[in-house]
């Protein structure tokens, strides 16, 4: 074994043992955000009501679909539900071993397998209670079979590719909107390389348009349309997103330095890119390679990686301007592994141009570090966070009343992610509180908009003391969590 392959193939065991260690800090008991426990709330109904949500969300149903399935067999349980959404991770693993090695060679696979489970907050959120883990699996094998299809256009590569097409678009409609994009390469590929292939697409097309039109349909009836979540993103957010993406967890630790950072982890990948490009050209203009189309295969990889991320990227900005607001930069999560499978590549491409190999393979390895770091850093604060809850109302029982002091569309979910059977109240102006007072224990769960941070409290606890009450706070809670209140109060004569 030459060293190359030595270099990767202790790569990818490190990132295991790395794993095995950043999943024993991160799964633990606590909510990231009100998502996850509309998460648990959704599936805690029926497979009917399940899909009739979904059909008027802004979200597909096959996730909640295949997590209520899970659920069902094992205890409904917080960890167990972070489990079901770190096994896409580990399928990824497993598959590239056994795929991506044969196809390539060990450094570009135990590269992209660092890069799985440090780079772009990718564990982050394959560790949340949703449906982004899922959907970046489904959309991975749809651009392996992508790949394979350019490879070799076979009848069963053409099947399989229409499925996990159709599972990616069923999980998440930016997984869609990323299998636009493949069937677009796909297309051009065909016309300019295996047109007697024209029909395959064609039919494949089709058969995916067909499966999919009835959850166009509820799309374009859905709350989506009405919802005013998503503000107009400027082309400005291009470089918001870059940082966003590839530096570590700032949206827990707020550290806008951290998304420079990201940015220039991005330029030094994109530097590399047009090195390697220019090489290429002057192979071509010696005659190596006269057509694109007839590059080695992982060069077509690469660029179709590369360009399946930023197509998606520019169609999310340009559709929210245009037509309607519907982007978020973690909607991204979903094609980014396309992106560091074709970096992987890369990289182990320029292994024998040293200067530019050796640089940014140790930038690579520094940035996984740090990002490991910040991620058990973040998990600590999330555990923290759960703690302090739970210490604040350790003395809550089911006769106790909560007052709930927060957005009516969260009461029903937050009762049920925290396994709370007491009676709540939906406070509002007119809400009276003397009558239930005389009777039993009055917790309050100050759960109120984080724009506005204490006017709802404040408004609450003027009520109180004209009607003879005051509020002793039992704890605060770290409310970079929305999932949770910012504090808790009992309400005392």
Same mark, same amino acid.
Request: glycine share 4%; net charge positive; charged share 15%.
């Given at each position: 074994?030459?060293?190359?392959?030595?270099?990767?193939?202790?790569?990818?065991?490190?990132?295991?043992?790395?794993?095995?260690?950043?999943?024993?800090?991160?799964?633990?008991?606590?909510?990231?955000?009100?998502?996850?426990?509309?998460?648990?709330?959704?599936?805690?109904?029926?497979?009917?009501?399940?899909?009739?949500?979904?059909?008027?969300?802004?979200?597909?149903?096959?996730?909640?679909?295949?997590?209520?399935?899970?659920?069902?067999?094992?205890?409904?349980?917080?960890?167990?539900?972070?489990?079901?959404?770190?096994?896409?991770?580990?399928? !990824?693993?497993?598959?590239? %071993?056994? /795929? +991506?090695? $044969?196809? *390539?060679?060990?450094?570009?696979?135990? #590269? @992209?397998?660092?890069?799985?489970?440090?780079?772009?907050?990718?564990?982050?959120?394959?560790?949340?209670?949703?449906?982004?883990?899922?959907?970046?699996?489904?959309?991975? !094998?749809?651009?392996?079979? %992508?790949? /394979? +299809?350019? $490879?070799? *256009?076979?009848?069963?590569?053409?099947? #399989? @590719?229409?499925?996990?097409?159709?599972?990616?678009?069923?999980?998440?409609?930016?997984?869609?909107?990323?299998?636009?994009?493949?069937?677009?390469?796909?297309?051009?590929?065909?016309?300019?390389?295996?047109?007697?292939?024209?029909?395959?697409?064609?039919?494949?097309?089709?058969?995916?348009?067909?499966?999919?039109?009835?959850?166009?349909?509820?799309?374009?009836?859905?709350?989506?349309?009405?919802?005013?979540?998503?503000?107009?993103?400027?082309?400005?957010?291009?470089?918001?997103?870059?940082?966003?993406?590839?530096?570590?967890?700032?949206?827990?630790?707020?550290?806008?330095?951290?998304?420079?950072?990201?940015?220039?982890?991005?330029?030094?990948?994109?530097?590399?890119?047009?090195?390697?490009?220019?090489?290429?050209?002057?192979?071509?203009?010696?005659?190596?390679?006269?057509?694109?189309?007839?590059?080695?295969?992982?060069?077509?990889?690469?660029?179709?990686?590369?360009?399946?991320?930023?197509?998606?990227?520019?169609?999310?900005?340009?559709?929210?301007?245009?037509?309607?607001?519907?982007?978020?930069?973690?909607?991204?999560?979903?094609?980014?592994?396309?992106?560091?499978?074709?970096?992987?590549?890369?990289?182990?491409?320029?292994?024998?141009?040293?200067?530019?190999?050796?640089?940014?393979?140790?930038?690579?390895?520094?940035?996984?570090?740090?990002?490991?770091?910040?991620?058990?850093?973040?998990?600590?604060?999330?555990?923290?966070?759960?703690?302090?809850?739970?210490?604040?109302?350790?003395?809550?029982?089911?006769?106790?009343?909560?007052?709930?002091?927060?957005?009516?569309?969260?009461?029903?979910?937050?009762?049920?992610?925290?396994?709370?059977?007491?009676?709540?109240?939906?406070?509002?102006?007119?809400?009276?509180?003397?009558?239930?007072?005389?009777?039993?224990?009055?917790?309050?769960?100050?759960?109120?908009?984080?724009?506005?941070?204490?006017?709802?409290?404040?408004?609450?606890?003027?009520?109180?003391?004209?009607?003879?009450?005051?509020?002793?706070?039992?704890?605060?809670?770290?409310?970079?969590?929305?999932?949770?209140?910012?504090?808790?109060?009992?309400?005392?004569?």
């Amino acid at each position: 074994m030459n060293f190359k392959n030595i270099i990767g193939v202790f790569l990818a065991y490190f990132s295991i043992f790395l794993l095995i260690i950043l999943l024993r800090f991160g799964i633990n008991q606590a909510f990231f955000s009100q998502d996850e426990q509309y998460t648990f709330y959704l599936v805690s109904l029926s497979f009917k009501d399940i899909i009739y949500i979904t059909a008027t969300d802004v979200h597909p149903p096959l996730y909640y679909c295949l997590l209520k399935l899970f659920l069902m067999v094992f205890p409904f349980d917080v960890i167990l539900a972070k489990l079901f959404s770190v096994i896409p991770l580990i399928l !990824l693993i497993c598959f590239s %071993f056994m /795929k +991506i090695r $044969k196809d *390539s060679d060990w450094l570009t696979t135990g #590269i @992209f397998i660092f890069s799985l489970v440090t780079m772009s907050k990718i564990l982050y959120y394959s560790l949340q209670v949703r449906m982004y883990s899922w959907a970046m699996f489904f959309v991975f !094998l749809s651009f392996y079979y %992508f790949y /394979k +299809i350019i $490879k070799k *256009s076979t009848k069963k590569n053409w099947i #399989i @590719f229409t499925i996990f097409s159709l599972l990616s678009a069923y999980t998440h409609y930016y997984g869609a909107i990323a299998i636009c994009f493949l069937f677009l390469f796909l297309l051009v590929h065909v016309v300019f390389k295996n047109r007697k292939f024209f029909k395959n697409w064609v039919l494949s097309s089709i058969v995916t348009l067909l499966i999919y039109c009835p959850w166009i349909y509820f799309f374009s009836m859905s709350k989506y349309l009405t919802s005013s979540e998503w503000g107009v993103p400027s082309f400005e957010n291009v470089l918001d997103v870059v940082g966003f993406i590839f530096s570590p967890i700032t949206d827990v630790f707020n550290h806008r330095n951290l998304d420079i950072y990201g940015i220039g982890l991005f330029i030094v990948i994109m530097v590399l890119f047009l090195f390697l490009s220019y090489q290429d050209v002057k192979k071509r203009m010696k005659g190596n390679c006269p057509n694109f189309l007839d590059s080695p295969i992982n060069d077509m990889i690469v660029i179709y990686g590369f360009g399946c991320f930023i197509g998606v990227l520019f169609f999310g900005l340009i559709f929210s301007f245009l037509v309607k607001p519907m982007f978020d930069a973690r909607y991204l999560f979903v094609v980014l592994v396309c992106f560091w499978l074709s970096f992987s590549i890369l990289l182990s491409k320029s292994y024998k141009y040293k200067m530019i190999f050796v640089p940014i393979f140790i930038i690579v390895l520094f940035s996984g570090v740090v990002n490991s770091v910040y991620f058990v850093d973040c998990k600590n604060y999330e555990e923290m966070t759960d703690l302090q809850f739970k210490n604040a109302i350790g003395n809550l029982t089911r006769n106790d009343t909560v007052v709930y002091l927060g957005p009516s569309f969260m009461v029903d979910k937050f009762k049920f992610s925290f396994h709370l059977e007491n009676d709540f109240i939906l406070y509002s102006n007119d809400t009276s509180i003397s009558s239930v007072k005389e009777n039993v224990q009055v917790y309050v769960f100050d759960c109120g908009d984080l724009k506005n941070t204490n006017l709802i409290i404040d408004d609450f606890n003027r009520s109180m003391i004209e009607n003879g009450f005051k509020l002793n706070k039992l704890g605060s809670i770290n409310r970079c969590y929305p999932a949770y209140p910012r504090c808790v109060y009992e309400l005392i004569d």
